[in-house]
């Protein structure tokens, strides 16, 4: 098991910056590919970032592409998620998720994920 536990949400201005960070409570973090997910109320999750076990291979949602940066700090078994000029519409709940995957790359979709955080509120107002 790889529990995960995020921070770092809250209310902000659109235009603001937040940092997620996400913390995984064993050390079999680094095996894990990471990623964040978020969901808007009567909206379906959707991939956000994701980012490989070395932190080489990123991804992206179009969305969200030159605002938000996924990074790790494997010491730490953290992953963390800055996110800069937000939007009224980043506004949902925010979850990281672990891949644990035998390759060195990243996926977008949800299933492939193995482990969930319970996740923290974003909310961008205008």
């Known amino acids: 098991q790889v529990p995960l536990r995020e921070s770092g949400g809250g209310l902000v201005q659109a235009g603001d910056s937040l940092r997620l960070s996400c913390v995984a409570s064993e050390i079999s973090f680094r095996l894990y590919a990471m990623g964040w997910f978020r969901q808007a109320p009567g909206k379906e999750r959707e991939f956000v970032a994701a980012?490989?076990?070395?932190?080489?291979?990123?991804y992206y949602a179009d969305s969200v592409k030159g605002r938000f940066t996924i990074s790790r700090d494997n010491a730490k078994n953290t992953v963390y998620l800055q996110m800069n000029s937000l939007k009224p519409e980043d506004t949902a709940v925010y979850y990281c998720a672990g891949d644990l995957t035998l390759t060195g790359g990243v996926t977008r979709f949800l299933k492939e994920y193995d482990y969930w955080g319970q996740g923290t509120q974003v909310t961008v107002s205008s």
């Open positions: 980012l490989s076990r070395s932190g080489e291979i990123t």
